[in-house]
């Protein structure tokens, strides 16, 4: 059974039993109607890949409006026109107005299959093409965001780096730096030292649990201070940043927004 359900649209009863039943032991999935407008209200209630129609039916919209309302209502769907009267002109007009294909009366069941299987099978590279369309869309508004957030976090930490300037203290200039890590990261130990030689002195810290307030020996990436994780991240030749998480996190030192933090930070103690 072919999953992608066609519209059979005659005004003829017989002409409609027939060719659904011919069709639907063909493995096609058939639904019927007797009129354009009782195909468009079928149409507003579930999709329809494929719509066949007949060109000339009286007392009534033609396949002509029929195919005319399909392509300002719903785009996606295919329309095959079935006429008996197929000329040059009502051809060029059908296919002027979007029609897929048309058909000739009388015709052979093997004709509109080929039709058929042809317009659902360009019926299924439409809607692949139109979910590409979509996932390429919401990529790059996803990266659109990306990189406004990067902006924007960029002109923040020159902002801090600005007013570290002015800070009365060094402390007070390194703050909204460890400010911002502990917000982002949420280490259980964070501070800044400072200092060469033995004994580096911690110049600010944050986080739930303190931290020395000098080291006893030269920083090193994994100083022992109690934690299951450290990070010892040094801050050009004489400072240095420690992280430290009680459990395991998901913080890497080679985030680039963790790394563009740090480089404003040095940058930042360099200018004090």
Known sequence: MIPECVLLVDDDPVVRETLG????????????????????????????????????????????????AIRQR?????CVLVTGFA??????????????????????MAEIEVVLDRALDHARLLKKLAAYREELEARIYARTRELREVQREALELCDLTARAQDADALPAA?????????????PDGLACYQGDGDGPVCL?????????????????????????EEHGIPLGGTAWLYLGFIDRSAFSPTDPSFQLLVRHLELALRVR
């Open 87 to 108: 000329t040059l002109d009502n051809s060029i007009q059908a296919l002027k107005q979007g029609a897929y294909d048309l058909i000739q009366k009388p015709f052979q």
């Open 74 to 78: 719903f785009p996606e769907t295919l």
């Open 204 to 228: 600010v810290q944050r986080g739930p649990r303190p931290l020395p307030a000098r080291l006893p020996g030269p920083p090193r990436p994994r100083p022992g201070l109690g934690y299951l």
């Open 21 to 68: 039943e011919a069709l639907a032991k063909r493995g096609y999935t058939i639904e019927a109607s007797s009129s354009a407008e009782g195909a468009l209200e079928r149409m507003a209630q579930r999709e329809f890949s494929v719509v066949v129609t007949d060109l000339n039916m009286p007392g009534g919209a033609s396949g002509l409006d029929l195919l005319s």
């Open 174 to 186: 390194l703050g909204p730096f460890l400010d911002r890590i502990e917000a982002r990261w949420s």
